[in-house]
Each structure stands twice: as C-alpha cells, then as structure tokens.
C-alpha cells in the first residue's frame, strides 16, 4: 500500500483540521467528528476540489455511559465554571452516535480514497462494504490487542496511535491506563503479530521522530500537533496562543528559566482520556471527572465555546502531542518539509 508521501495530515476534529491544511499538507485525513452530514459533505468536496489524496476519519460507535449519579455530581462541580460565562450547565442527552449511520450512507454513496475509523472497530461488514466501493479501510489502535481486533474485522491497514498523541486515545478501552509505550516500539509490537501496513501516529515533531517511526516499519506518518500553529489550520485564537506560550516558555528553560508547558492525559473535558497542555480547568477537575463519552462532552462543550470566544485558555481544551514546543508558525508545506528533511 502507498500514501502519497511519507507524511500525512491527521485528522483534528473541532475545527483545527481543515481541508486547506490537507491540501497544503499534500495529504492527509479529514476528521468527520462532531461534523453533521451536510457538513461532512461540504468538507469533502472542498477536500476533493484541492486536488489531493484525502481520507476521512470517523468516529465509530463506542460509547462509554456515565452513571447517572457521577455525571449530576460532575455537573454541579462545574457549575462555578459556568457562571463565569453567564451559563447554566445543563444534563446532556444519553449518549449518540455521531450520526455513524448517516456518515457512512454518505461515505458509500459518494465513496473517497480512504476511511479510517477510531474509538471503535466496525462490523466486518460495514468493512467489506466500504472496501466494495473502492475505499481502502484503515483502523486507529493503540496496542497490538487491538491490532488483532481489527485485523479480523478485515481492515486494509492500521493507523497506529502512541499514548504521545494530542487530543483524543483512540483506544478501545478508556478506563484502561495508556501505556507510555515509545512510538517505534509500539509499531514494532504491532508488526510483530500482525501484516498489515501501519501508519505510525503520535508525538512526530521532528525530523529524528519521523525517520525512527519509518524505521521501525512504518510505511507512511501522521502529525497533528506540528501543524496547529501553521497558517492553513482552524486552530482557535487562545489555542494558538498557548501554544505560542508553551514554544516561549521552553526556550527560556533551554537557557536556564522556567520548566515550560506540559502536556497531561485528561477526562476533564470529554469523559474520555485525551492529551492536552495543563491548564486550570484540568487541574481543578481532571482527578474527579467520570468517564463517560459523549456525554461529558455535551456537558462541556457550551463553555468550551464560550471560552474560546472570550480568549480563555484556562477553561477550554487546548489538546497537544508531547512533540507540542515544535508547533512552527508559517506554511503547513514548511512543516511538512521541516519533518520529512531527514529522509
């Protein structure tokens, strides 16, 4: 199997990624997440009219319910958060699907060149028939488990994820620790148990990042958080900023000063673990927020947009990989040439 180089766009729902970035990227995947239908169309035609190879990345139906007791509790815990924007936190609905059916009519209807798949693994035959129309079938995994899982589901290739990656674990299993497992020997464990091609994801920031994962088997590369910052992403203003400071505030500890930024794997925002740089938000509820996707992602989601609109990076989710003080400004083309410079 080829892609058509050596490092795509991954896919970043929540507006940062964008077909503009795909297409200055060379390639890459769409995050149909959070999208309705209609905008999914709308994207992938934009996509399609950019001239570029492209795939679309769904989420498949895996929820996580919340007791009802936990996601109540959770809810008054944050309704100070709230106030602050005028809000009144409000029970979400039970858990949805993310319009999985609608999203995958559409998907065989008018096929394109790929499908990647995340959070859960599909029928068999919802793969076979996607495979039916001409689109390659790619599933996101984070240990070799679940590479076995997907391999059986009849999948063209793996999309394989560290626990370095920004934004949400596509892991099967949220209540289960993310193993700190390095990127290249993950995708060697992979390979190890099963044949499939692998697309490697999670912390590729550099040159040296991308040459080891390519080195260990991989035959194509993912990076999200190296293209947050760049001019084609929809990356939010406080985002951006954040990202700007974590940059900063590493080189002053370079020369001696403060410690920078981390990243951390929180449930605060989602109910599902997912990396982000530390901020208030997560250091006020990361250690009592239930799990339980979407719904906690219901719950929040009003004041994270309420937040982004004012400019608050404290109360919005600012996902990053650990590659994050990478995050250039300029042209996406100039990251992707930075990263694939040692090849």
Avoid at 79 to 98: H, I, K, N, S, W
Avoid at 111 to 126: D, K, L, M
Avoid at 224 to 242: K, V
Avoid at 264 to 269: D, E, G, L, Q, W
Wanted: proline letters at 8%; one cysteine or more; hydrophobic letters at 50%.
């Amino acid at each position: 199997m080829t892609f058509p180089g050596p490092v795509l766009a991954a896919p970043m729902a929540g507006g940062a990624g964008t077909p503009a970035l795909l297409a200055a990227c060379g390639g890459g995947f769409l995050a149909a997440g959070y999208l309705t239908p209609d905008a999914l169309a709308a994207r992938i035609a934009e996509a399609r009219a950019g001239g570029t190879w492209f795939g679309v990345n769904v989420f498949a139906p895996s929820p996580t319910p919340v007791d009802a007791a936990a996601l109540h509790r959770y809810l008054e815990e944050l309704r100070p958060e709230f106030t602050v924007y005028g809000l009144t936190p409000a029970l979400p609905p039970t858990a949805d699907d993310d319009h999985w059916a609608a999203k995958l009519d559409l998907l065989l209807s008018d096929p394109v060149p790929a499908v990647s798949c995340t959070f859960g693994i599909p029928p068999a035959a919802t793969v076979a028939a996607l495979r039916r129309v001409g689109t390659l079938v790619l599933q996101t995994v984070t240990t070799p488990e679940e590479a076995l899982a997907a391999a059986g589901a009849g999948v063209d290739a793996l999309v394989v994820q560290a626990a370095s990656a920004g934004g949400h674990s596509a892991t099967l299993d949220p209540s289960r620790p993310l193993a700190a497992l390095p990127l290249p020997e993950l995708v060697g464990a992979v390979r190890a148990v099963v044949s499939l091609p692998v697309v490697a994801a999670g912390g590729l920031a550099t040159p040296a990042d991308v040459a080891a994962a390519l080195h260990a088997g991989a035959a194509a590369t993912m990076v999200g958080t190296a293209l947050l910052r760049s001019d084609e992403a929809g990356t939010s203003t406080p985002h951006r900023a954040a990202l700007a400071a974590a940059a900063s505030s590493a080189a002053v500890a370079g020369a001696g000063g403060g410690s920078g930024h981390a990243t951390m794997v929180t449930r605060a925002f989602t109910g599902r673990p997912a990396r982000a740089l530390r901020n208030g938000f997560i250091d006020r509820h990361d250690a009592t927020a239930p799990l339980g996707y979407p719904q906690i992602h219901h719950l929040t989601a009003p004041l994270r947009r309420a937040a982004a609109a004012a400019g608050d990076a404290d109360r919005v989710h600012l996902w990053a990989g650990t590659g994050h003080r990478h995050a250039t400004t300029g042209p996406a083309a100039a990251v992707i040439a930075a990263v694939t410079a040692a090849l």
